[in-house]
Each structure stands twice: as C-alpha cells, then as structure tokens.
C-alpha cells in the first residue's frame, strides 16, 4: 500500500499565497534532507450517527454477500504456495518480548496512546520491573474501524502507528522517494485480520501487511492473513485468518497441518484467533441447558474452525489469544484439569465493551473429545466498574448529537403526519385539528388516555402515520433482538413497547407545544409564529428527552433483561480502559503480562526534533529531520501510566501459574 501521509522533500521553505497543506516547493541542501509529515488525528467513531448506522450497514451486507462467492484467501493461498511461505523465524540467542495488541484503529487519543506504549519500554516501578520493547508486534484483529474504505487505514492506523514509532529520516535524500526506510535490528508487525478488515475482502489488509513494505519503524513479514511464527527454545505463534463467520479454507488448512508436521515433542504454540468463540460456545451450551427440549442451534463456524486447530495441535497448545471483544478477560483451566490459558484482551483503541455479562463460570466446552472446565481469573475493567459505565448511557444527549437530531426529525415528521391529517373535519374532534383539542387539555395523567384516543382515532384516518408507527416500533424492536440468541420473542416484545414508548414522547411533545403556544400563548395552529415555534420546541425538546429516553431504555434492557450489550457501550465511545499484553519468551517458559491504561492522554505537544508547517482541522503537516529519532507527538503532560492488571502469568510445560 503506498503511503500517502509521507512524502520526501529536501530542505525547503514555505512558498507565499498556497495552500497550508500543500505550501512548500523543494529547494536542494547538499547538507540537509528533511521530510513533510501529514498525521490526521481522526474522533472515534460515531456508532450511532445516522450516516455512520447506514454505511456499516450496507458495506456489511456487501462485505457477507461477496465473501459468500469470492475467498480473497484462495487467492493468497495461489499467490504463496505453502512451499514459499514457511515460518517466519525469530532468531534470538537470548531473551525475546512479544506484545499482542488487538482492536486498534478507532479514534486518534485511544490508538495513539495505545500505539505509544507498544513501540517503547514499560517501567513498572511499584513491582520493580521493567520489560523492554517488544521484538515483536502482534495485532490481533479489526485494525481499523467502522471499515476500511475512504483512507481508513491511513488515517486510523497507519498514522497513529507512524507517529508512535516513526521510520528514520535518512540523511541523503534517496534517489526512488517510495523507497522504504528500513534499519537493521528493526521490530516486526504481524497482524491477524478481524471482520472490520475484511469489510473490503481483506484487499487493504493484504497491501498493508502481507507485501512486505514497513509501517513506520516496523517491518512486516507475513505473506497471507495467517502466518506461523518460530521462537527459540520450542515456541510457536499461529495466526489464524476465519472469514467472517465462514469456516476455516481448505488451503490455509492444509499450511497448519504442514506447520504441525515441523512440531518437535515438548513445542508449545500459542494460538492467535480473530475472537473469543469459546465464549459463544459456553453461552450456547447453558442456552442449551435451560431449554425443556433440544434445539438445532449448532456451534459456530468459527469455534468449529478454531477447534479443528485445537485438535490438531493437542498437547502442543499453551494459549489462545483473542480480540473483537474491547476488554481483558482470563479464562483459565479449573485445578486439577488440563486446558489452555483463553484470554481475551482487545483494548487497542476501540470503544470500550462490557465484562459485567460474562460467563462466570462459563459452561465446559468440548475439543477433542475433552471437556475443558474453566473459571473467570481476571478481568478489566472489572465488573463493578463495568456496569457503573453501563449505567452512564443515559446521557446520550451530551455524547451523540447527530442522533439526537435524527430522533427529534423523527417526531416531527410524526407529529407533522397526524397534525396534517387532522385538518379534515370530524364530528368527534368538532372539526378541529389535533393540536388544537390538545391545547384544552390539561396535563394530568387522567387525560393521558384521552390524548390516546384521539391520536388512535387520527391515525385510522391516516395510512402513512400508520406505516410511519409500524416501522418506529418494528425499529426499535430488532434492535432490541440484535445479537441475541436466547429469548428473541421477549426481547422483541421489550422492543416494540421502547417504540410505543417514542411514539408517546411524539404525541406527549405535541400536546405540550399545544398546551404552551395555543391555550397559553394564544397563537393560531397555522401562525408562522407558531410553526417555527413549533419547529424550534420539537427539535430541542424532542433530540433532548428522546435521546434520554433510549439512552436510559439500553441501560434498563441490559440491567433487567441483558439487552444492548454492544449498543449501551458503543453509544458512549469510552476511549479510557485500555490493555494489551507483553510476553516474555525465556528458555523454557513464557511470562504473560497483562498491562492497562486507565486513562489514554487527551491533549498533545509535538516532539523533540520536528517541526509544525500547518494544521488544517484534524491534519497536522510537519517536518521531520535525520536528528528527529522519537515520537512526532508526546503527552502534553506527564507521561503514560501503564499498571499491571493482574500478577504475571508463568506457562511452563503445560501448566500455568498466576
């Protein structure tokens, strides 16, 4: 993939009357190169903006109907023979440091302070520690959000990861300006692609990562979505690339089974997966049991692929590491029992996902044959902290805007439909509108029903305001239903009354606009006074308690009924709690290191050794010399406080030891 935030230039000088970000002309220095750096410092992403729901949407549709006719991973497999991708060795004599980080890709603060703390030391100075740069990057998955189209890697991974750990400048200025700057000694990234990244058929993901071109100071080595990587001592790393919700292909398959084929007696592989389908087992397993009779409900393709990996490597497998889901979470085998580690840890940089709803314990699973009984061992954030954040979405309103708007034009379109057809004489409202029957209403809750009688005896009138109440109430009912699995029929019953709910809110909004600018005011309905006025209450009024009402109804759904687990944090775009993990291989043992940010900084300065040409909106355009070694930006006070989440973790020969 070709960088386009980075392009060489000698030394130079502004040129007068052009554009910020595009003002300078090369002047030749014999002495000096410098190079102009853009980095787009990009929000996190609105999941709820109106736009934001019908792009995900449709490029998802798109995204599954194609990967249903075309695997973009047959193609690799043809481009690489297995003969022509062995595995990518890490020759060390002593000591290697590994870090694994997943989920990254979302809003600058949260991935930039992510991508920081991956490309430099941890000094951990309350448990005397300190763990050195890891020789190796591990991503774990969807390194970009919501997808990959429009520059989304450029500006929501590669910038953050540049800037964190830049190339060097060199100091003659090369002959081919897209020649990569590499340095010898230079840490790897290998990624593992997640369902953002194939939103586009993995084409951005296979330019990025498997060409061999650098990201930053970081060399990429891997040639397909799944790679094999060989320590010293008898360790191994797996990637597995699972489509989707598609099984594992027939080619990468077959490359596993060569690569188990190399497995000497006593190897240990931690296993590297898109996302904890373990979990989803587990919870289909107690679905199972709580059901008077049996069900067809079967495991998912992808816990199907990742256990044909788990049977194949048997004994060898030490861990499974997973993202997808924006939290750390532990699973370790009960005493007594044999099992490996399962541990999610996706905090890259994506908004933060609940550990309040997890199985604890889960329920066992079956690999091989075995039964593999686990219990929770470590979370973060941890439960209660969790649900204190669930119970935070009501303030929809102050976090989310844009749909707030959209609610609000919503219920103007509504009120607007019944107003509209209530200009037709009828006896029961002596032939006049609703608004105005409202308006002699008094506010209490004995007239409620009649409020309801009379819009009921509107709408029978009015075939769009039905359609229109229909598809607000089936609305709201199937986003109630999403992702769940267990009891649909409640949750789209819980759904439908949050859309009668907004319909009441509509109604409730017109008789109070009735009662305040017709019995108080005494303007005329069709008054242009009254309309704007009508316009400006409904849609501050309306964005406000409408965006109250769903955000307060998620987090009731959830507190009572387990709904919205997604929706009631994605809504908030948390960007704190973040974590990822450093691994330490030494001879015969493997020290995990579960590491978090309580806090991603929010406020920056540049660093030592560059210089700001221009910024334009979120762009910064800056130059950059051989003498600029460090990170184009640094915290503008203090520095990153990275904690321990829970004591090491010991792997040794098949056990583990917290």
């Given at each position: 993939?070709?960088?386009?935030?980075?392009?060489?230039?000698?030394?130079?000088?502004?040129?007068?009357?052009?554009?910020?970000?595009?003002?300078?002309?090369?002047?030749?220095?014999?002495?000096?190169?410098?190079?102009?750096?853009?980095?787009?410092?990009?929000?996190?992403?609105?999941?709820?903006?109106?736009?934001?729901?019908?792009?995900?949407?449709?490029?998802?549709?798109?995204?599954?109907?194609?990967?249903?006719?075309?695997?973009?991973?047959?193609?690799?497999?043809?481009?690489?023979?297995?003969?022509?991708?062995?595995?990518?060795?890490?020759?060390?004599?002593?000591?290697?440091?590994?870090?694994?980080?997943?989920?990254?890709?979302?809003?600058?603060?949260?991935?930039?302070?992510m991508a920081l703390c991956v490309s430099h030391a941890v000094e951990l100075p309350e448990?005397?520690?300190?763990?050195?740069?890891?020789?190796?990057?591990?991503?774990?998955?969807?390194?970009?959000?919501?997808?990959?189209?429009?520059?989304?890697?450029?500006?929501?991974?590669?910038?953050?990861?540049?800037?964190?750990?830049?190339?060097?400048?060199?100091?003659?200025?090369?002959?081919?300006?897209?020649?990569?700057?590499?340095?010898?000694?230079?840490?790897?990234?290998?990624?593992?692609?997640?369902?953002?990244?194939?939103?586009?058929?993995?084409?951005?993901?296979?330019?990025?990562?498997?060409?061999?071109?650098?990201?930053?100071?970081?060399?990429?080595?891997?040639?397909?979505?799944?790679?094999?990587?060989?320590?010293?001592?008898?360790?191994?790393?797996?990637?597995?690339?699972?489509?989707?919700?598609?099984?594992?292909?027939?080619?990468?398959?077959?490359?596993?089974?060569?690569?188990?084929?190399?497995?000497?007696?006593?190897?240990?592989?931690?296993?590297?997966?898109?996302?904890?389908?373990?979990?989803?087992?587990?919870?289909?397993?107690?679905?199972?049991?709580?059901?008077?009779?049996?069900?067809?409900?079967?495991?998912?393709?992808?816990?199907?692929?990742?256990?044909?990996?788990?049977?194949?490597?048997?004994?060898?497998?030490?861990v499974v590491l997973a993202g997808d889901s924006h939290h750390y979470a532990r699973y370790?085998?009960?005493?007594?029992?044999?099992?490996?580690?399962?541990?999610?840890?996706?905090?890259?940089?994506?908004?933060?996902?609940?550990?309040?709803?997890?199985?604890?314990?889960?329920?066992?699973?079956?690999?091989?044959?075995?039964?593999?009984?686990?219990?929770?061992?470590?979370?973060?954030?941890?439960?209660?902290?969790?649900?204190?954040?669930?119970?935070?979405?009501?303030?929809?309103?102050?976090?989310?805007?844009?749909?707030?708007?959209?609610?609000?034009?919503?219920?103007?379109?509504?009120?607007?439909?019944?107003q509209s057809a209530s200009t037709v004489p009828h006896p029961a409202r002596g032939n006049?509108?609703?608004?105005?029957?409202?308006?002699?209403?008094?506010?209490?809750?004995?007239?409620?029903?009649?409020?309801?009688?009379?819009?009921?005896?509107?709408?029978?009138?009015?075939?769009?305001?039905?359609?229109?109440?229909?598809?607000?109430?089936?609305?709201?009912?199937?986003?109630?239903?999403?992702?769940?699995?267990?009891?649909?029929?409640?949750?789209?019953?819980?759904?439908?009354?949050?859309?009668?709910?907004?319909?009441?809110?509509?109604?409730?909004?017109?008789?109070?606009?009735?009662?305040?600018?017709?019995?108080?005011?005494?303007?005329?309905?069709?008054?242009?006074?009254?309309?704007?006025?009508?316009?400006?209450?409904?849609?501050?009024?309306?964005?406000?308690?409408?965006?109250?009402?769903?955000?307060?109804?998620?987090?009731?759904?959830?507190?009572?009924?387990?709904?919205?687990?997604?929706?009631?944090?994605?809504?908030?775009?948390?960007?704190?709690?973040?974590?990822?993990?450093?691994?330490?291989?030494?001879?015969?043992?493997?020290?995990?290191?579960?590491?978090?940010?309580?806090?991603?900084?929010?406020?920056?300065?540049?660093?030592?050794?560059?210089?700001?040409?221009?910024?334009?909106?979120?762009?910064?355009?800056?130059?950059?010399?051989?003498?600029?070694?460090?990170?184009?930006?640094?915290?503008?006070?203090?520095?990153?406080?990275?904690?321990?989440?829970?004591?090491?973790?010991?792997?040794?020969?098949?056990?583990?030891?917290?």
């Open positions: 993939m070709k960088e386009q935030s980075i392009e060489f230039r000698a030394g130079e000088a502004p040129t007068p009357h052009s554009s910020p970000l595009a003002m300078t002309r090369p002047t030749q220095s014999p002495t000096l190169n410098s190079r102009i750096e853009l980095y787009t410092q990009e929000a996190m992403v609105n999941w709820l903006g109106p736009l934001q729901l019908m792009r995900t949407g449709l490029q998802t549709a798109v995204a599954t109907t194609m990967g249903a006719f075309a695997d973009p991973r047959e193609v690799l497999a043809m481009l690489n023979p297995r003969d022509s991708n062995p595995p990518i060795q890490v020759a060390a004599d002593g000591d290697v440091w590994i870090d694994y980080l997943a989920d990254t890709g979302d809003g600058w603060d949260s991935t930039y302070s448990h005397q520690l300190s763990l050195p740069r890891g020789d190796v990057l591990l991503l774990g998955g969807d390194q970009v959000y919501p997808t990959p189209a429009r520059n989304g890697y450029r500006t929501r991974f590669l910038d953050p990861f540049r800037a964190a750990f830049p190339a060097p400048v060199p100091k003659e200025r090369p002959n081919d300006q897209d020649q990569p700057v590499r340095q010898p000694g230079a840490p790897w990234i290998l990624a593992t692609p997640g369902n953002h990244d194939w939103y586009d058929g993995l084409r951005g993901f296979s330019q990025l990562f498997c060409e061999q071109k650098p990201i930053g100071a970081w060399e990429t080595r891997q040639r397909t979505g799944y790679y094999v990587l060989q320590l010293p001592h008898g360790w191994w790393i797996w990637g597995l690339d699972l489509q989707f919700e598609s099984m594992i292909d027939r080619q990468q398959k077959q490359y596993f089974e060569q690569m188990h084929a190399k497995l000497q007696p006593g190897d240990r592989v931690i296993l590297c997966t898109p996302e904890p389908s373990w979990v989803d087992e587990a919870e289909r397993l107690a679905r199972e049991e709580s059901k008077a009779l049996p069900s067809i409900e079967t495991q998912t393709p992808r816990f199907r692929s990742l256990r044909e990996i788990e049977e194949l490597l048997g004994d060898h497998l030490a370790q085998p009960k005493a007594g029992t044999q099992a490996p580690q399962r541990i999610t840890c996706g905090g890259g940089g994506a908004f933060l996902n609940a550990t309040h709803q997890l199985p604890d314990p889960p329920k066992p699973i079956n690999v091989g044959g075995t039964r593999q009984h686990y219990e929770l061992a470590a979370v973060y954030p941890d439960k209660k902290t969790s649900e204190q954040l669930r119970n935070r979405a009501w303030r929809l309103p102050t976090r989310n805007l844009s749909f707030c708007g959209m609610l609000a034009i919503l219920y103007l379109l509504f009120d607007w439909m019944v006049r509108s609703l608004m105005d029957v409202l308006s002699d209403l008094q506010a209490s809750i004995s007239n409620i029903s009649e409020v309801w009688r009379h819009l009921l005896l509107v709408m029978s009138h009015s075939p769009s305001s039905v359609m229109f109440a229909v598809i607000i109430v089936l609305g709201c009912a199937v986003f109630s239903a999403a992702g769940v699995k267990r009891t649909r029929k409640l949750a789209y019953a819980i759904g439908a009354a949050h859309g009668v709910l907004h319909l009441g809110l509509a109604i409730g909004l017109l008789w109070l606009m009735g009662r305040v600018n017709i019995h108080y005011l005494q303007l005329e309905v069709e008054n242009l006074h009254q309309v704007l006025l009508f316009l400006a209450e409904t849609l501050v009024l309306g964005g406000s308690l409408g965006g109250l009402l769903f955000g307060a109804w998620m987090v009731m759904g959830n507190t009572f009924w387990g709904l919205h687990s997604e929706a009631v944090f994605s809504s908030q775009c948390i960007a704190d709690h973040k974590c990822f993990l450093r691994m330490h291989f030494k001879g015969d043992q493997l020290t995990l290191y579960p590491l978090k940010l309580e806090k991603v900084c929010r406020r920056w300065s540049l660093g030592s050794g560059v210089a700001k040409l221009a910024k334009v909106q979120r762009t910064w355009r800056l130059r950059a010399t051989p003498e600029s070694t460090g990170p184009r930006f640094v915290p503008a006070s203090g520095a990153l406080e990275l904690q321990l989440i829970e004591p090491p973790i010991e792997i040794q020969r098949g056990r583990a030891v917290p």
